[in-house]
């Protein structure tokens, strides 16, 4: 089995703060800002009712939107 295409788009804001000491950055982003259903994967399973073999399959999907905040500091 082949996974289908997916689309996903991902955003970052960055601002930078100079200082005597180094150089701060302060960072916020979205992953999959649109919420898009990606395939990352597939499950299968089997079951057994009233002596019948039953195969069921399907999708793992990756997050839907993703939001990171955070810092970096460099000096």
């Known amino acids: 089995m082949c996974l289908r295409s997916y689309q996903r788009v991902d955003v970052r804001w960055t601002k930078y703060f100079h200082t005597a000491a180094g150089r701060l950055s302060v960072f916020g982003e979205v992953y999959n800002l649109l919420g898009t259903k990606n395939p990352r994967g ?6 057994v009712k009233d002596r019948q073999v039953l195969l069921s399959t399907g999708e793992i999907h990756q997050w839907p939107r993703l ?3 955070g810092f970096s500091w460099q000096f």
Do not use: H, L
């Not at 597939?42 to 079951?47: E, S, Y």
């Open 42 to 47: 597939f499950w299968r399973d089997a079951t």
């Open 67 to 69: 939001p990171v905040a």
